[in-house]
């Protein structure tokens, strides 16, 4: 192992010998075992805060309301946390937002206690509270008036759309308003509240020297005084119960142990963290109290990076070992890895039990000068993740051409560990070079960072990519649309325009121009309709706490991170390209070029969804020809041509403040969701099937030259227009156990970024143990796959996402 100069490699080799200790363990097992509760108390003290603020401005409203819940959401320090901090007073519990998601929950639970098969009421009368709140807020939420709006002016094809899952989210999804970032942890690390507050009182002293009339910016650094104020306040009521605690534990080492913690919290988060300890103690109560402001998870970023000071010196100064290192790194993992989300969206419902929030952090990377930025943190965060084997926090190897051998060979270490797909693998230089191409300082732009599944965005900007109604669209159920005159062939209404009867096409090119003509409709209005909902949004939400801790200006402008701007950056996912252009492939190649067979016998075999009359024979025909994944020009320039086009249509879309949308081709599970949208299609797969998962992978099972047949077509298929686009691949956690194996894995992916790959992720599980694992979850109940572009416990994926999961092909190395 060769090791950078400024690396020690003694102290990885320490690293590498590290073992779980029994207070993770224990952290971990009691966690995983507890009962996922649905807590209603942020919805109670909701409702109260917004009877007795009405009249007042929506800002100071939302931030009256932010200090309530962190007055009096419970509180609770467990026997094994050295962390402190929860959500809710439950190991694992999730709070509900009905004040910003509308009155989508209203009629999800059953008629016992539980709102989904794996989260459940801790008493009766709390669904009675939580069905109060929902109807108390109904018709009052920015969902509530983007729908108005919406039904406004395209009538009922705004339900129409969602229903044909043709775009996503909607706002019935419960993830509709807002926006994500990470915190600007460095300024939050080494400010405190104390200094935020200084910075919004500050802001009014100007207002008031400068005599300006923007009255917004007034209620906004008031807010944001509020709103840090209440957070020194909930830190202090942990410091508070620590000692409490204190005074009655027998146990000597975790009575000084609470003190500590005491100590801690009545310093962070109002003051600047000063140990490595205070650090990650002053990040989980940020992280929490933005989890009770929004359901939107806070982004941890490059903690490599920016925590890498405090673990140096202490270690330096003799003030931390590294065991007691580790197992606070592991201790803050676990929390951040197993907090929960009530799963009110269509398509969470649709393919969970319940959700972990998708929650990121960066690994490696380069510095602001371009030079390699891995150190020993980033190592020890590989080696926690891989001991601790939980399906979040997502985490991504920022790889760049400098990336040292052994934090890659660690990465795929980690990977084999947690089997699932963590780490994925990012192109860093890709990346780097799209931002600077969209005229990004470069010093700026290798700062990224990774968004839900592995979207990259900057820390100066506030992203909306995935949110307000223009997450994603489904470009193979434009080709449906396209197929059969603008109406689903699910829900049997129209939704796109009539391009013309296909089997009057007389040429490959007719086909092709009509889809373009309906792709361009259905974007426009999906992006359209988005656009508005970001406009109306502000109106009706603020996020103040989260404006101070991660929005980049706006406590120097004295504005809410929800009032858009230029200095914004807007996104969207074009998803299902690789089913469309296979499906084109295969009709230019059926029924133009060979003539194998005629438009009206396709469109009859698909319209039967391949079982009237020759229904199975056309299916092996179309099945049969050339597929995306095994190095055929013929199909990988399909997929190119076919991205090209769609992110032209996409980025030629300015919004009001002339910033172009940017395209990320992300995974989630929704090629499962997205497929029961879609009808049969000519690339021989069946109606309401998955699509093919991530956004470059191979149609399941199609791809049969192995790793490198998939990986020379994705890198004709190019998609340089994306940031970043999802690449599954599944190989035996049997064969990857060799340190050879995963030596020439390693290999093969530093040659793919050397060649212009953007993002690769691994399942490492054999299908004997996923097999065994549906049949008998009580034995797996731990067990992890990459599903899109996150990753899950198998056990909990409804049956239909494990089947698409086993039945992908496993590749060899």
């Keep these: ?434 931002f600077v191409n969209d005229g990004t300082p470069v010093e700026v732009a290798r700062d990224w960072y990774g968004q839900g599944c592995v979207t990259p965005v900057l820390p100066s900007k506030v992203d909306h990519n995935g949110s307000e109604g223009k997450g994603a669209v489904n470009v193979a159920l434009i080709l449906d649309l396209t197929l059969h005159r603008g109406v689903s062939q699910i829900t049997g209404k129209k939704v796109g325009i009539d391009v013309g009867d296909p089997r009057g096409f007389k040429t490959f090119k007719d086909l092709y121009e009509a889809f373009k003509k309906q792709y361009r409709y259905v974007v426009n209005r999906v992006l359209w309709l988005g656009t508005l909902a970001q406009s109306i949004e502000p109106r009706y939400l603020r996020f103040p706490f989260n404006s101070c801790i991660t929005g980049p200006g706006c406590m120097e402008k004295g504005q809410d991170i929800l009032v858009t701007d230029e200095d914004h950056s807007y996104g969207i996912s074009d998803r299902a390209i690789v089913d469309t252009a296979d499906s084109l492939t295969a009709v230019k190649k059926l029924v133009f070029d060979e003539k194998r067979l005629t438009m009206d016998e396709l469109m009859n075999a698909i319209d039967t969804n391949f079982e009237g009359e020759r229904g199975e024979e056309i299916r092996q025909i179309c099945l049969a020809a050339p597929k995306f994944g095994n190095d055929i020009d013929e199909a990988d320039l399909m997929v190119r041509d076919v991205g090209e086009f769609s992110g032209s249509v996409i980025m030629s879309y300015i919004n009001p403040f002339d910033v172009p949308c940017k395209i990320s081709r992300e995974g989630l599970s929704w090629h499962y969701f997205g497929g029961l949208g879609v009808g049969a299609l000519p690339n021989g797969r069946k109606s309401k099937e998955p699509l093919n998962d991530g956004s470059i992978s191979p149609m399941r099972g199609m791809d049969k030259l192995g790793p490198t047949g998939v990986i020379r077509s994705v890198l004709k298929a190019g998609f340089k227009e994306s940031y970043a686009s999802c690449l599954n691949q599944k190989f035996s956690g049997t064969v990857m156990q060799s340190p050879e194996s995963r030596e020439k894995l390693g290999t093969l992916v530093d040659t793919f970024f050397r060649n212009g790959g953007q993002h690769i992720q691994f399942n490492m599980v054999d299908t004997e143990e996923l097999l065994d694992a549906k049949a008998h979850p009580e034995k797996h109940r731990d067990l992890v796959v990459r599903v899109g572009g996150f990753s899950a416990y198998f056990v909990m994926l409804s049956p239909e996402i494990q089947d698409d999961i086993i039945y992908r092909s496993t590749q060899g190395c």
């Design 1 to 434: 192992m060769i090791i950078k100069s400024d690396t020690d490699e003694a102290l990885l080799k320490e690293i590498d010998d590290l073992q779980l200790s029994e207070r993770l363990f224990q952290l971990k097992d009691s966690m995983f075992s507890a009962p996922r509760f649905i807590s209603v108390e942020r919805a109670r003290l909701a409702m109260e805060s917004w009877k007795e603020t009405e009249g007042e401005d929506i800002e100071l409203r939302r931030a009256r309301l932010f200090r309530k819940v962190l007055e009096g959401t419970p509180i609770a320090i467990h026997d094994f946390d050295i962390i402190v901090g929860r959500e809710t007073e439950h190991l694992i519990g999730a709070p509900v937002f009905v004040d910003e998601t509308g009155d989508c929950i209203l009629g999800l639970w059953d008629e016992g206690d539980s709102l989904s098969r794996a989260m459940v009421f801790q008493a009766k009368e709390d669904k009675n509270v939580l069905r109060e709140c929902s109807r108390f807020f109904a018709g009052k939420t920015a969902p509530d008036h983007v729908k108005e709006t919406w039904y406004s002016v395209v009538g009922d094809w705004a339900r129409d759309i969602s229903d044909a899952k043709g775009a996503d989210p909607t706002p019935d999804s419960g993830y509709f308003p807002g926006v994500t970032n990470r915190a600007m942890w460095e300024k939050v690390l080494s400010k405190g509240m104390r200094g935020l507050i200084e910075e919004a009182q500050a802001g009014i002293q100007r207002f008031r020297e400068m005599k300006e009339t923007d009255v917004n910016k007034l209620y906004f650094w008031q807010s944001a005084i509020i709103v840090c104020e209440a957070m020194i306040r909930y830190a202090q009521r942990y410091a508070e119960l620590a000692r409490r605690k204190a005074d009655k534990e027998s146990d000597p080492e975790r009575k000084n142990e609470l003190i500590e913690i005491a100590g801690i919290c009545e310093n962070v988060p109002e003051y600047p963290a000063r140990t490595f300890h205070e650090a990650l103690q002053c990040m989980n109560f940020i992280i929490v109290a933005r989890g009770l402001e929004a359901m939107y998870p806070l982004l941890i970023g490059r903690i490599d990076q920016y925590l890498r000071p405090y673990f140096d010196k202490d270690l330096r100064e003799g003030r931390l070992t590294l065991e007691r290192a580790a197992e606070l790194l592991g201790g803050a993992l676990i929390l951040w890895g197993m907090k929960v989300v009530v799963p009110v969206g269509e398509t969470q419902q649709e393919t969970h039990q319940f959700s972990y929030s998708i929650n990121s952090i960066n690994i490696g990377g380069v510095d602001r000068d371009g030079e390699d930025a891995s150190n020993a943190l980033s190592y020890l965060v590989l080696h926690m993740i891989g001991l601790i084997r939980l399906s979040s926090p997502t985490v991504l190897l920022n790889w760049n051409a400098q990336t040292p051998r052994w934090l890659l060979l660690k990465a795929l270490e980690t990977n084999v560990k947690t089997k699932g797909g963590i780490p994925l693998f990012e192109n860093s230089d890709h990346v780097v070079a799209s």
